[in-house]
Nanobody, 127 residues
């Protein structure tokens, strides 16, 4: 079993930056990702990264603004969010899967592709 604990949620103004962290109890996973769910909307993938790599894949809505990275020594994955917009307001969830690497086609990285989930951390972007 892998436990994921997110931290770093909070409130930020439009155009600001914020960083989320996800600490994994075990790093025997191949792929980790960040999802978000806004009120009344479905959960959507934001970014994914292979734990053995350094290149992330991103949803079009965050490409160029968000950066996913991992610190293998600390078993932690980060989501650096820049140029935040009100539409980025959501509950952000960390997810992981053990057996397979992340797909290069992020559209296929749906909820069902991940086995382990964190409890979520809320990000509010005010205008």
């Amino acid at each position: 079993q892998v436990q994921l604990v997110e931290s770093g949620g909070g409130s930020v103004q439009t155009g600001g930056s914020h960083r989320l962290s996800c600490a994994a109890s075990r790093y025997s996973v191949n792929c980790m990702g960040w999802f978000r769910q806004a009120p009344g909307k479905e959960r959507e993938v934001v970014a994914t990264i292979n734990t053995g790599g350094s290149t992330g894949n991103y949803a079009d809505s965050v490409k160029g603004r968000f950066t996913i990275s991992r610190d293998k020594a600390n078993k932690t994955v980060y989501l650096q969010m820049n140029s935040l917009k009100p539409e980025d307001t959501a509950m952000y969830y960390c997810a992981a899967r053990r057996l397979f690497s992340c797909s290069r086609d992020i559209a296929t990285m749906t909820e069902s592709a991940f086995t382990f989930w964190g409890q979520g951390t809320k990000v509010t972007v005010s205008s």
